[in-house]
């Protein structure tokens, strides 16, 4: 038997496979049992090739659609404010999120995360105390922060948008999250981030002269 004709044939035994028990897809007996030369040889080793690749590009993008894990020890949840004019750096210790994410499919994706307040520690130990306090985060009634989101879709700068909503002593707000998400084999680098404003979740004094409104969030989440 001709090389081509080998070819051929595996081609048709694997596209007869691939159409039949994964697609339901049945291709026809008279095309399987063809005594195929020249041109009707080409053709029909240049049908199984779609098959084939169309069964291949699937199951490459399947590959990411999965639910991740993190890894805690190489990820990270800060918060940065600013106090009489500047900067000071925070974080959480404690945190989870349940992430369903696939690249080429966000709009089917979810997030959820949870930190835990009281895990929370900043440049100031003075500063810790206060965030300990009632008016603040208040942990004692409040024991956790969550974020769940509602919808996702890519930003105009190739990036992706989390639309959902945080809950932050025990007042719920609609942010928006912007994120990257690189995969590479099967691990994923997760990095996020949004802005909120503490007085809309009755956070801290009223008076924003000492200590601004505007807290940003930051989140970098290795994922496998």
Excluded at 35 to 49: E, T
Excluded at 107 to 126: C, L
Excluded at 180 to 203: C, H, N, P, W
Aim: proline share 3%; hydrophobic share 40%; with cysteine.
């Amino acid at each position: 038997m001709y090389p081509l004709m080998h070819y051929a044939a595996v081609l048709v035994v694997l596209s007869n496979y691939i159409a039949n028990h994964l697609y339901g897809v049945r291709i026809p007996a008279n095309i399987k049992k063809l005594n195929v030369k020249g041109k009707l040889m080409r053709n029909l080793v240049s049908f199984c090739s779609v098959v084939l690749t169309l069964f291949l590009t699937f199951s490459t993008n399947s590959l990411f659609a999965k639910e991740w894990k993190v890894n805690e020890e190489s990820s990270s949840v800060r918060f940065i404010y600013s106090l009489e004019g500047a900067a000071f750096r925070g974080r959480f210790r404690d945190f989870s999120a349940d992430i369903d994410f696939d690249p080429s499919n966000p709009e089917d994706g979810s997030i959820n995360g949870i930190v835990k307040i009281e895990s929370s520690r900043s440049s100031s130990a003075e500063h810790d105390e206060y965030l300990m306090e009632e008016d603040w985060f208040n942990p004692q009634e409040f024991s956790e922060s969550t974020f769940k989101s509602e919808r996702i879709e890519i930003s105009d700068n190739d990036k992706y948008l989390a639309y959902g909503q945080l809950n932050l002593a025990g007042v719920d707000q609609p942010i928006t999250m912007e994120f990257e998400f690189d995969v590479t084999d099967e691990k994923a680098q997760f990095s996020g981030y949004f802005m909120i404003k503490r007085l809309l979740f009755g956070v801290g004094w009223d008076t924003t002269n000492w200590i601004a409104d505007e807290v940003d969030v930051q989140i970098k989440l290795e994922l496998e």
